[in-house]
């Protein structure tokens, strides 16, 4: 083996902050890529639970059954690190799954690696369709280690989802479900004067009795929202210049200039848009933005109204045969009702609330029976508020599913109110802190209706859940009580939107 380029000056760190990857799993080590301060706080606090699906540990299954069945009888599984040296030199063809090689106190695992013709090609296993750009950073980390501990060409790949595959009844065909995607070229771009120095900023950091110094950032949510996002944030101003959306990279370099982090001691801007003028408005005023026009539209809104929200999954492995990976598939819905009885009081119509929903969790495809209740549920008549057009969009795809329905579907759509663009568009709140998402406009509402539930307090934890009781890979004991979070929080979803409604049409008034 060649001499390595990790030396003592690099590796080892002083303790407790050993860069041990032993400790954490890959995808925390490669944090670095992404926030130096991620990496020290992945090792220092306790571990926070995942509440993702592990999509790429089934991927990574899939993977390398695809290697087993492929190779299996062709060349030898190598099984231990320390015999790729001498099947290298020999030029004998061999592959190997979950290797791990070390270096001084850097370990890293990779996925697949195969030698063939005298090129030793390393194989990344990724839960995506697209390539990703870290995901080149991080292959060229594998690739300088391997690089400097054997004389050998070394070539590159990812191994990616085929969104254009159809999942059928049949046993998957992983020759075409996989994606394997060359990137030697991309990675060799990549200096590894550039890794080594990002390597030895990790040191010098670490080496620190604190957490770096990393300041806020478009990073924080890039490639990922960091798990740290808000505890990054637990000291900055309540009103904090980042809360201003869809910043261009000019009113960015001006707001760094200003030297000010607090929205409220902002001067007078110019070259912003009306969403952020009416932003920063309402927070120094600490008042709510009514736009002129939102009584107007909310009066020409018809009843009965219905307050939709569909909740979906989102898989790159099959669930339900007929689809494709990373294909929403509509799986249940929560449907308020808000009918206007023909008796007035003090001059004004009576209203009465009503609730209906749809789930289905036995394992069947849901689909067919999502959209024959939904239709007869919304009848023929009166405004249906959604939030988003992510219903329309979905809509869209039942009707290609179902062409018997299309016509139906259509008219459902005509009469659909995206609640999120009125919003948008016609008002304001400083404690939105500038996000529109319902969990955040939920925050002016009322509180019985606020997002505490045990399991569910997201659409990822919805999408996640809802796969675990539709393949039944959940915990017998814990069933009952993730079945009813989930229609609490469906039904809260609904909820909100009703209290939403009612909020914009009540200060329309004053208008």
């Not at 609640?419 to 802190?433: A, Q």
Request: proline share 4%; hydrophobic share 35%; aromatic share 12%.
């Amino acid at each position: 083996m060649k001499t390595s380029l990790f030396n003592v000056s690099v590796f080892p760190l002083k303790p407790p902050y050993i860069l041990n990857l032993t400790k954490i799993n890959k995808s925390k080590y490669f944090s670095w890529l992404q926030c130096s301060k991620k990496l020290y706080l992945d090792l220092n606090l306790s571990e926070r639970k995942n509440i993702r699906p592990n999509n790429r540990q089934i991927l990574l299954d899939l993977s390398y059954q695809f290697f087993n069945k492929k190779y299996k009888n062709q060349f030898d599984k190598l099984s231990h690190e320390d015999q790729v040296d001498k099947y290298i030199s020999n030029n004998s063809p061999f592959y190997s799954l979950g290797a791990k090689f070390v270096n001084e106190q850097l370990t890293l695992n990779y996925d697949a690696i195969l030698f063939e013709n005298n090129i030793l090609n390393i194989f990344l296993v990724k839960s995506a369709i697209y390539p990703k750009n870290y995901y080149i950073r991080e292959l060229s980390l594998q690739k300088y280690l391997l690089s400097n501990l054997l004389n050998v060409e070394i070539k590159t790949h990812l191994i990616l989802v085929n969104k254009e595959y159809e999942f059928s009844n049949d046993e998957i065909d992983l020759s075409k479900y996989l994606n394997f995607i060359d990137c030697t070229e991309k990675v060799n771009e990549l200096s590894s004067d550039e890794i080594a120095l990002n390597l030895n900023k990790i040191k010098n950091e670490f080496n620190s009795d604190k957490s770096p110094e990393t300041p806020i950032g478009t990073h924080c949510k890039n490639p990922y929202q960091c798990n740290y996002f808000e505890y990054c944030r637990s000291d900055l101003p309540d009103y904090h210049i980042e809360q201003i959306p869809n910043q261009t990279k000019d009113l960015k370099e001006n707001l760094v200039n200003l030297e000010i982090t607090d929205i409220k001691k902002l001067p007078d801007l110019e070259g912003i848009s009306p969403l952020q003028k009416r932003i920063i408005e309402s927070v120094k005023n600490s008042k709510e933005f009514i736009s002129k026009e939102l009584k107007d539209i909310l009066n020409s809104l018809t009843y009965p109204m219905y307050f939709l929200d569909f909740e979906t999954i989102i898989s790159p492995y099959k669930i339900f045969p007929d689809t494709k990976p990373f294909e929403p598939i509509p799986c249940m819905w929560s449907l308020h009702i808000e009918k206007q009885l023909g008796v007035k009081i003090q001059g004004m119509y009576e209203n009465k609330l009503f609730y209906d929903r749809f789930y289905k969790f036995t394992g069947e495809d849901p689909r067919r029976d999502f959209i024959e209740k939904l239709i007869e549920s919304v009848g023929d008549s009166g405004t249906i508020l959604i939030y988003s057009d992510f219903e329309i969009r979905i809509f869209k795809k039942i009707a290609i599913m179902f062409p018997e329905y299309k016509e139906e579907i259509n008219l459902i759509i005509n009469r659909c109110v995206d609640l999120l663009k009125i919003t948008r568009n016609n008002y304001y709140h400083p404690k939105f802190k500038g996000s529109f998402s319902l969990k955040s406009v939920s925050k002016i509402l009322t509180k019985e209706n606020r997002y505490d539930l045990d399991f569910v307090n997201s659409g990822d934890d919805a999408s996640r859940v809802l796969i675990d009781l539709i393949t039944n890979n959940i915990d017998t004991n814990q069933r009952k009580q993730i079945e009813n979070d989930l229609l609490k929080y469906a039904e809260k979803d609904t909820l909100n939107l009703v209290d939403l409604y009612k909020h914009l049409k009540s200060v329309s008034q004053f208008m």
